[in-house]
């Protein structure tokens, strides 16, 4: 029995002892992996990136956190903007982090020495959504000629609005002379509509939930759209201070990375699908703002996977602000403007990327 028993506690602590390597090893292993993941994740210089909103409209810097594609990075919203170029103007005094704009702001701005990189496009128009340039239905205005002498609406000078407007009448044989016949008149987005049909202008500018609500109520038509100008296209980008690049490359590259798997994601999800999310997100975060336009949100516009940034896309308002005497021939290229070093699609990153 002695001997039996001796066997036995040879047997119970060699089984023991080999729970105990085992254990070691499973410890290992996992300290392993969090030193793997630790020393595949660069630190972050800076965790909390400053930007504004737009009331009632969910940004893919806010949708890229609600995914989770931000992570540890922390967003801190310092209000909403009224323009693109107000937007961005806020990121050269270093108010904000990152701001998005036309194409047209960003290569005036970049032009006049702001140190500013677009870092990854974020709004465009498409078949579904685009900016379209309206009239009363009983208005005799039918070409671009009959502009001369009228007055347009649009949301802010300056950009996106009023570049394809300028370029409409361009390509319709208008001279520089007639074009300064049109008078542009500053109108916030949301009284484009009652500023057309009271005749306070003769044609107005209208997008998204404003455009689809006007159409419903009828009594007027369109005359031209964006897209009619320029096919689909990327219309603007968001940027960064080169110094918050050459300060935060990590911090760069995991803020872009975030925001064009976002992009990504609204390109490729089910609209009803994106649009819940919107819903939800502006819900939760409690601004007391209108979440009616969300429910007419259609598509990003952004032509290229994730918003990777393409020379023709810029080279086309360069051309435009060369002509137009704001720069001069050959001032700037458009691999002065950009970089799709931190696109998570940005060639050879990833096997989507294209």
Not at 179 to 185: F, I, R, Y
Not at 267 to 289: G, H, L, S, Y
Not at 334 to 344: A, G, I, R, W
């Amino acid at each position: 029995m002695k001997i039996v028993a001796s066997a036995l506690r040879r047997l119970v602590a060699g089984l023991r002892a080999r729970a105990r390597v085992r254990q070691i090893g499973l410890a290992s292993v996992a300290l392993a992996g969090l030193i793997g993941s630790a020393m595949a994740e660069p630190q972050l210089e800076k965790t909390e990136i400053r930007y504004q909103g737009w009331a009632g409209q969910v940004t893919f810097i806010e949708l890229a956190d609600d995914l989770g594609y931000l992570a540890p990075l922390k967003l801190k919203w310092i209000g909403n903007t009224i323009s693109g170029p107000q937007d961005i103007q806020t990121v050269v005094t270093g108010d904000i982090d990152i701001g998005g704009a036309f194409y047209g702001a960003i290569i005036k701005l970049i032009a006049a020495k702001a140190p500013i990189k677009a870092v990854v496009g974020y709004y465009g128009s498409d078949d579904n959504t685009y900016s379209g340039y309206y009239v009363k239905e009983d208005s005799p205005i039918k070409t671009a000629r009959d502009l001369i002498g009228k007055k347009v609406a649009v949301n802010t000078l300056g950009a996106h609005h009023e570049f394809v407007l300028r370029e409409y009448l361009a390509r319709n044989g208008l001279t520089p002379a007639e074009a300064k016949q049109v008078t542009l008149v500053a109108i916030p987005p949301v009284t484009g509509e009652q500023v057309l049909r009271q005749g306070q202008v003769e044609l107005s500018t209208l997008g998204g939930v404003l455009r689809d609500k006007a159409l419903e109520r009828g009594g007027i038509r369109r005359l031209f759209a964006d897209t009619d100008v320029f096919g689909n296209f990327t219309g603007g980008a968001y940027v960064l201070r080169d110094k918050f690049i050459k300060d935060n490359p990590n911090t760069s590259r995991k803020l872009i990375e975030g925001v064009s798997r976002a992009i990504d994601w609204a390109q490729t999800t089910p609209p009803e699908e994106v649009r819940a999310r919107f819903e939800r997100v502006i819900a939760e975060r409690k601004r007391n703002e209108d979440a009616t336009p969300i429910k007419y949100w259609k598509s990003t516009g952004v032509a290229t996977k994730g918003g990777v940034i393409g020379d023709g896309e810029l080279q086309v308002w360069i051309d435009w602000l060369v002509r137009d005497g704001l720069l001069k021939q050959d001032q700037l290229k458009p691999s002065d403007l950009y970089t799709n070093e931190f696109n998570y699609f940005r060639p050879g990153k990833t096997a989507e990327a294209k």
